[in-house]
């Protein structure tokens, strides 16, 4: 049963950056596509960025494109997701997920989740 764990989060002023650790136990991460998640309070879930399994192929929300960037190191069992310019919109709990598919889709399935980490913006 693989099992994701979430960590690097935090509190971080406008304009500064955290990366975000997926790592991974139980099963290699090699055999799944990798998505970051985030949900603020009052907020649907939203999907911030994906990484497919072999060829590093990424997709990003509109939200974080420029700012964000998703890569994974299949030797260490880790996905990270980069943070740069952060904004107080950016406030939420990001979770990565882990999904058996081929393709990084934002919207499709996923199997596993991890706890989330919390990020917070704010001056």
């Known amino acids: 049963q693989l099992q994701l764990v979430e960590s690097g989060g935090g509190l971080v002023q406008p304009g500064g950056s955290l990366r975000l650790s997926c790592t991974a136990s139980g099963s290699t991460l090699d055999y799944y596509v990798i998505g970051w998640f985030r949900q603020a309070p009052g907020k649907e879930r939203e999907g911030v960025s994906c990484?497919?399994?072999?060829?590093?192929?990424?997709n990003y929300a509109d939200s974080v494109k420029g700012r964000f960037t998703i890569s994974r190191d299949n030797a260490k069992n880790t996905v990270y997701l980069q943070m740069n310019s952060l904004k107080p919109e950016d406030t939420a709990v990001y979770y990565c997920a882990a999904s058996r598919l081929t393709l990084c889709v934002l919207s499709a399935h996923y199997d596993y989740w991890g706890q989330g980490t919390q990020v917070t913006v704010s001056s």
């Open positions: 990484i497919s399994r072999s060829n590093g192929y990424t």
